[in-house]
């Protein structure tokens, strides 16, 4: 099968340039000069780069394409996440490789040898990243400097640990005669989420936590589920954990209270894993992909106290490692190396439109670009194959959606791209 090239998709993605070739990366307010730069400092200016699709007419599944395929991790890759002009991807071997949009070049490489990276977030100028050794580390990107991403704090901070670690009560039993500090994981922390001022992490040691972003500080450390935290998300002060347990559980503040208590709990099926969850933008919808291939859907009350099960799909014939989503349309990737694409209709319903297949190992982690791709968008990939990669997705029509429907009725087996 013939890879398109980068080049043939249409496109228009503001890009940082710069007069000289050393390195350089922008925050969340890309373009604007901050007032402290030094009057030597080198000035950025928005361009637009634009790609045109081939002409050729796509039908069905067919119309799904292959764009590249990123090697350099030396291991599994792990999980993904937007960085302004960037994607950044993070593996089991403890490297994070930058690439830069639209055309895909390796940028730089950054990252520490103590643990393999579980989960990254970006904030601003700030990029969060969740090793398998209980620790965040925290990575300021700056464009005035060679080392574009610099190590500047590892949590918990020394300045919280040394606040805490006088007093007895701050101690928590973690496993049998052995005590920790309550800001400290204990196991492997898996998954991050960011909602406005505050990171949350999720970890094996079956707590969430909760970290103000200005100093760094964790404010809270809730005991959320019986098994390991897989995955988190946020939406509208509303922070949702998937876990082994088997459960999805809603976690808030109420009134005026700093603290988060549970609001609600979404059950999935009997002794079966949720992997991951996604929430729709406007916090109605939530889906959980489980260990026995399906993926779930739960629509909640006003309040989101209580939860109604409105979906439940067989996605794959493994299990379901990650999701994404990407305005109307889902994707979900799994342990069978495919990710198949997802359109959300009414009252939470979703009906598969493709399937693409092409990872020689399990799909762990999905990232889509909001940027518009002609009529689609792009997503990336990354498994255990050690491989990121990278497809254009288009959106279907109604016509598209009736052939889609039938065509997957019919046939059961892999679609390849």
Known sequence: MDLLHVSDIAVSIPLLSATITSSSCSSSSLGSETEDSPANSHRFELRDVKYRLPCTP??????????????GHVGSVSCLALCGEFILSASQGKDIIVWQQPDLRLFTKFGQGDGSVKALVTVGDKVFTAHQDSRIRVWKVSRRSENVFR?????????????????????????????RLWIEHADSISCLAVYHDFIYSGSWDKTLKVWRISDLKCLESIKAHDDAINGLVACKGVVYS??????????????????????????????VSLNSVIVSEDGKWVYGGGSDGYVMGWEG??????????CEEQAHQMAVLCMCLMGEYLCSGSADKSIAIWKREAFGQICKVGLISGHEGPVKCLQASPLRVGEGFMLYSGGLDRSLRVWWVPKYSAQREDEASKLMSTEKSSILC
């Open 58 to 71: 796509f039908s069905g599944f067919q119309s799904h394409k292959p764009l590249a395929v990123l090697s």
């Open 151 to 179: 190590l500047v704090d590892t949590l918990p901070t020394t300045k919280d640990y040394l606040g805490k670690c006088m007093k007895q009560s701050n101690y928590v039993q973690t496993r049998r005669h052995h005590k």
């Open 242 to 271: 998937a876990s082994a347990d088997g459960k999805i559980k809603a976690w808030g503040k109420e009134g005026t209270k700093s603290s988060h208590s549970l609001k609600g709990i979404l059950e999935g099926h009997k002794d």
């Open 301 to 310: 009350s006003s309040n989101l106290v209580s939860w109604k099960l409105v």
